[in-house]
């Protein structure tokens, strides 16, 4: 099973027909990516609904940021 990283990496490889075997900067490349995705945006809470519905935490961020931020830190901790 290949984590989110190698998945990325391997997309962003493909792109430009390169090789992540033997080029491993586009794992950095990939990590980079995943990382600025912990922030969500705008059209990805409306996607949701109404948030509020999920409730808040107590500084007053609303649930979709953290579920995204935890979504988005497992993928990091995975391995390539």
Same mark, same amino acid.
């Given at each position: 099973? $290949?984590? !989110?990283? &190698? /998945?990325?990496? @391997?997309? !962003?490889?493909?792109? +430009?027909?390169g090789?992540?075997? #033997? +080029?491993? $900067?586009? =794992?950095?490349?990939?990590?980079?990516?995943? &990382?600025?995705? @912990? &922030?969500?945006? &705008?059209a990805? #809470?409306?996607?949701? %609904?109404?948030a509020?519905?999920? %409730?808040?935490?107590?500084?007053?961020?609303? =649930?979709?940021?953290?579920?995204? $931020?935890?979504?988005?830190?497992?993928?990091? /901790?995975?391995?390539p």
């Amino acid at each position: 099973m $290949s984590s !989110m990283m &190698e /998945k990325v990496a @391997r997309a !962003m490889a493909a792109l +430009d027909w390169g090789d992540v075997d #033997k +080029d491993d $900067s586009y =794992f950095r490349y990939a990590r980079a990516a995943i &990382e600025a995705m @912990r &922030e969500p945006t &705008e059209a990805m #809470k409306a996607a949701l %609904g109404d948030a509020r519905k999920y %409730g808040t935490e107590s500084n007053g961020e609303i =649930f979709p940021r953290k579920l995204m $931020s935890e979504l988005i830190d497992a993928a990091l /901790k995975e391995q390539p």
